[in-house]
T-cell receptor, first 112, second 113 residues
C-alpha cells in the first residue's frame, strides 16, 4: 500500500494565482480530510468527506477555498485567488470508520 | 476557539530520561484521544490512543494517561531515545459523532544525547 499520496510536495506561487492541491487516498478508506498546519494553530481541519460527499466544511476559511472529491480515488483542494496568508503545509488524511487517520506527506504552499 | 491545547511549544529531554508531553481539552463530549508523531517533511503518524473509559494505555515505551475530571491527558516516553525527537500532536474526537479529529498545536520534543 502506497499510503496517502499528495501532489505537489512544494508549490510556490504569486498572490492572486490559482492553486490546486491533489490527494489520492488509501484504497478502501471512505473518509477523506483536508488539514492545514500553521505554527500558531497547529493542525486545522478544513473539510472532510465521507463516501465522496462533503460532510463538514466549517473549517474552510473563505470562499476562496473549495474542495472536491469526484470519486473515491481522488480529491482536490483549490485556492483562488491565493494570498500570502494562505502559506502553510496542507495535509490530506484518510481513514475508515474504525481506523486512525493516515496522513500524506503534505504540500508546502508558499504564496509570495 | 482552541478545543485541544498543547501549551508547551517545545520540550528538551536528555536521552534515557522520561519525556512528558501534556494536552488539555475543553469539550467534555470528547471520548477518544490520540497522539500523533511528526517528523520533518512527513505527515503525522499515529502513535497511541485512549478511550475515555480508561485512564491509562501503554504500548512499549509509550504510555498515555487520561484525567477526565481535569480534562487533561499526557504522553510519557520512557526511556527517551534520539529517534523520539519529533513534533507530537494531541488529538480528540467524539466516537459517536463526526469522524473528525481536533488537533492541538503540537509540541516539539528534542532528545539530547
Amino acid at each position: 500500500d502506497a499510503g496517502v499520496i499528495q501532489s505537489p510536495r512544494h508549490e510556490v506561487t504569486e498572490m492572486g494565482q490559482e492553486v490546486t492541491l491533489r490527494c489520492k487516498p488509501i484504497s478502501g478508506h471512505d473518509y477523506l480530510f483536508w488539514y492545514r498546519q500553521t505554527m500558531m494553530r497547529g493542525l486545522e481541519l478544513l473539510i472532510y468527506f465521507n463516501n465522496n460527499v462533503p460532510i463538514d466544511d466549517s473549517g474552510m476559511p473563505e470562499d476562496r477555498f473549495s474542495a472536491k472529491m469526484p470519486n473515491a480515488s481522488f480529491s482536490t483542494l483549490k485556492i483562488q485567488p491565493s494570498e500570502p496568508r494562505d502559506s502553510a503545509v496542507y495535509f490530506c488524511a484518510t481513514s475508515s470508520w474504525d481506523s486512525p487517520l493516515h496522513f500524506g506527506n503534505g504540500t508546502r504552499l508558499t504564496v509570495t | 476557539d482552541q478545543q485541544v491545547k498543547q501549551n508547551s511549544p517545545s520540550l528538551s529531554v536528555q536521552e534515557g530520561r522520561i519525556s512528558i508531553l501534556n494536552c488539555d481539552y475543553t469539550n467534555s463530549m470528547f471520548d477518544y484521544f490520540l497522539w500523533y508523531k511528526k517528523y520533518p517533511a512527513e505527515g503525522p503518524t499515529f502513535l497511541i490512543s485512549i478511550s475515555s473509559i480508561k485512564d491509562k494505555n501503554e504500548d512499549g515505551r509509550f504510555t498515555v494517561f487520561l484525567n477526565k475530571s481535569a480534562k487533561h491527558l499526557s504522553l510519557h516516553i520512557v526511556p527517551s531515545q534520539p529517534g523520539d525527537s519529533a513534533v507530537y500532536f494531541c488529538a480528540a474526537k467524539i466516537i459517536q459523532g463526526a469522524q473528525k479529529l481536533v488537533f492541538g498545536q503540537g509540541t516539539r520534543l528534542t532528545i539530547n544525547p
